[in-house]
Every structure is written in C-alpha cells, then in structure tokens.
C-alpha cells in the first residue's frame, strides 16, 4: 500500500509541480479499517489551478493508479473544498476526522465545516441508500451470493452513515463503524447481529458459508429501516 501510495505522489508532483497544494490520503485507510479485498485507496489532491490543463497533466499520474485498481483522485482547489464544505458536510467531517498527508499541507485541519445541512445530508443519505438497498432485494431475493455480495459492498456506506446519524441525533460521535452500530442499536432497540456478521466477513473473522445469508439479511435490512426512519421523524419533529 505505502508503496503505491508514494510512487503516486511522485509523479503526481512531477506532473503538476508547484501548482500541487497537497495530497491526502482518507477513508478506511487512514482510519484503521483498511481491508484489502473490500477497501479502496481513497487519495484527495488540492491544487492551485484546477482548469482543464492542469488536469490533463495528470492524466498518465491517475490512469496508472486506476490500472492498481484503486478510484482515481479527487481534485479540488482549496476554495472549491471551503465553498462545498456545506454540502459535503458528512465527507468533509469523515476526512478531518481519519487522514494521513502525503504531501504538503495538511489543509483540512484547519477547514471550517458548517453543520447546518448535516442532518438533512445523513437523512437524504440514508433514505437513498435505503431505497437502493430494497431495490437490489427486490431483483434477487434468493441469489445468496448476490445477497452476500451486497451487504458486504454496502456494509461501509451503512456504517459511516449510521456514525453521522449518532451525530446528528445529538450522541457522541465514535470512530469505527461497530462502535456505531453497537451504539445505536442500543438506542434504537434494533438487532445488530446482520451488521457484526457482515462486518466478520469483510474482515475475514466469517466464510461466507458460516453466514445465514438470508436471516442476516433480514437483521441488515431492519437495522438500516429503523436508523432511516429515527433519523426522518426526528428530523420532522425539529422543521
């Protein structure tokens, strides 16, 4: 990883030279939830220009990380990161809160993110994500693997969300997706078993056929439900 990770930085500086601010790395990576076969590489570049010349000079930079298999970087100069720090409340917080500099400044540190629009980000997030959820369920209700396959891709998503949902129901934050789950289940009464199971697999503590695929989907499902609909009524509560 750490090798990857410092020949991108090599040439990305040789491509882009002084107009390069800072690379950051963020996501499961920084935080210490890193797992290879299920986690990405999630860098942030910042730049001082941004138009459609500096980009292409990092063309050949991020077509050899993407052939790693890693999504190529984000880009964003210091004041496109300040003015979206509103609507991007929930990344933004996540990449304060877990990320390693791997060149530069560390220009988050001192980001002001205003949480005005958190709550509505965490309740549209979750309903989305929700839906989709019920959506794939609903094409492939007996397809265990795809099954399987689903929870495991969506698990992370779920458990950052249900962090920024402790937030935003005025609980203290934490840091890693269990504790978040374990932390609203206990406040919202929900079973958490779908979610510790999911979460085994990707971290290889379960084989897949250790899983009772369809009980824990039926666990994974409800406790998204509950968050979702805890997270709706409060909120209407509060408009």
């Not at 990092?58 to 003015?83: C, R, V, Y």
């Amino acid at each position: 990883m750490n090798k990857d990770l410092n020949e991108l930085v090599e040439k990305l500086k040789q491509a882009s030279g002084s107009n390069l601010r800072s690379v950051v790395l963020y996501g499961s990576a920084a935080s210490g939830e890193f797992h290879p076969e299920h986690s990405d590489l999630n860098v942030l570049c910042m730049l001082a220009r941004l138009d459609a010349g500096e980009i292409e000079k990092l063309n050949l930079a991020a077509a050899w990380w993407a052939g790693k298999g890693h999504p190529a970087p984000m880009l964003f100069t210091l004041e496109e990161l300040h003015n979206s720090a509103d609507v991007f409340a929930i990344e933004l917080l996540d990449m304060q809160a877990s990320h390693r500099v791997l060149h530069g400044e560390d220009l988050l540190a001192g980001l002001h993110v205003p949480v005005s629009l958190h709550r509505q980000q965490v309740e549209h997030e979750l309903r989305t994500n929700l839906i989709r959820l019920r959506q794939a369920y609903l094409v492939a209700p007996r397809d265990l693997k795809s099954l399987l396959g689903l929870m495991t891709a969506s698990v992370s998503t779920f458990g950052a969300l249900f962090r920024h949902a402790l937030i935003a129901l005025g609980e203290p934050s934490v840091r890693f997706k269990r504790e978040a789950v374990d932390q609203l289940s206990k406040l919202l009464t929900f079973d958490a078993s779908g979610f510790h199971a999911i979460l085994d697999v990707r971290e290889g503590k379960l084989t897949e056929h250790q899983v009772d695929v369809l009980a824990t989907f039926r666990s994974y499902l409800a406790a998204v439900t509950r968050v979702a609909e805890e997270i709706d009524r409060r909120l209407a509560v509060e408009r």
